[in-house]
T-cell receptor
Framework: QQPVQSPQAVILREGEDAVINCSSS?????VHWYRQKHGEAPVFLMI?????EQKGHEKISASFNEKKQQSSLYLTASQLSYSGTYFCGTEISGGSNYKLTFGKGTLLTVNP | KAGVTQTPRYLIKTRGQQVTLSCSPI?????VSWYQQTPGQGLQFLFEYFSETQRNKGNFPGRFSGRQFSNSRSEMNVSTLELGDSALYLCASSLGTSETQYFGPGTRLLVL
């Protein structure tokens, strides 16, 4: 079941904040966030696991509401380099095999 | 550490032909996943291999197959190519389940 991302696109000025949401109809075990720039491969941003553990290596925050099966990615004080398409990938809870299902993406454009 | 490498980077084939794509994961990574990315469908999961075993498969026809070797390198094969198979094929490696996936640069396949 493909997760639903919102908004589909957002345009910001440098320094503004943005929130990208990811919702699933299934109980989730983990949510992965990636950013992809045009012509490049997706780059890892963050993993949120059921139970609250969070892994990431960039100064970007995210939340995972297990009850609502939703995750939100928070981009604060946006920089030009934040531009790109953001994908959430979800792993279903209780699944015996590893399978990541991605949303259609949110196109973020940061202008000077 | 060297990143994920994929060969070839670009490929042009005609309908009915078959193609084999190769992926070399990051050293020490035993999980390799394959994705198809198109403008219309986004990132779609093809299959995942761990220690030479296919653990999960996406909703693709049997023309799509893959394998993993003892050194964790993976190949995917598409037989009887169709125009709709034109896409960017991405390979990602990780240490295991629910770990960060590192994507390769992809192989762009054009079917004429």
């Amino acid at each position: 079941q493909q997760p639903v991302q919102s908004p589909q696109a957002v345009i910001l000025r440098e320094g503004e904040d943005a929130v990208i949401n990811c919702s699933s109809s299934k109980a989730l075990y983990s949510v992965h966030w990636y950013r992809q720039k045009h012509g490049e491969a997706p780059v890892f941003l963050m993993i949120l696991l059921k139970g609250g553990e969070q892994k990431g290596h960039e100064k970007i925050s995210a939340s995972f509401n297990e009850k609502k099966q939703q995750s939100s990615l928070y981009l604060t004080a946006s920089q030009l380099s934040y531009s790109g398409t953001y994908f959430c990938g979800t792993e279903i809870s209780g699944g015996s095999n590893y399978k990541l299902t991605f949303g259609k993406g949110t196109l973020l454009t940061v202008n000077p | 550490k060297a990143g994920v490498t994929q060969t070839p980077r670009y490929l042009i084939k005609t309908r009915g032909q078959q193609v084999t794509l190769s992926c070399s994961p990051i050293s020490g990574h035993r999980s390799v996943s394959w994705y198809q990315q198109t403008p219309g469908q986004g990132l779609q999961f093809l299959f995942e291999y761990f220690s030479e075993t296919q653990r999960n498969k996406g909703n693709f026809p049997g023309r799509f197959s893959g394998r993993q070797f003892s050194n964790s390198r993976s190949e995917m094969n598409v037989s009887t190519l169709e125009l709709g198979d034109s896409a960017l094929y991405l390979c990602a490696s990780s240490l295991g389940t629910s770990e960060t996936q590192y994507f390769g640069p992809g192989t762009r396949l054009l079917v004429l």
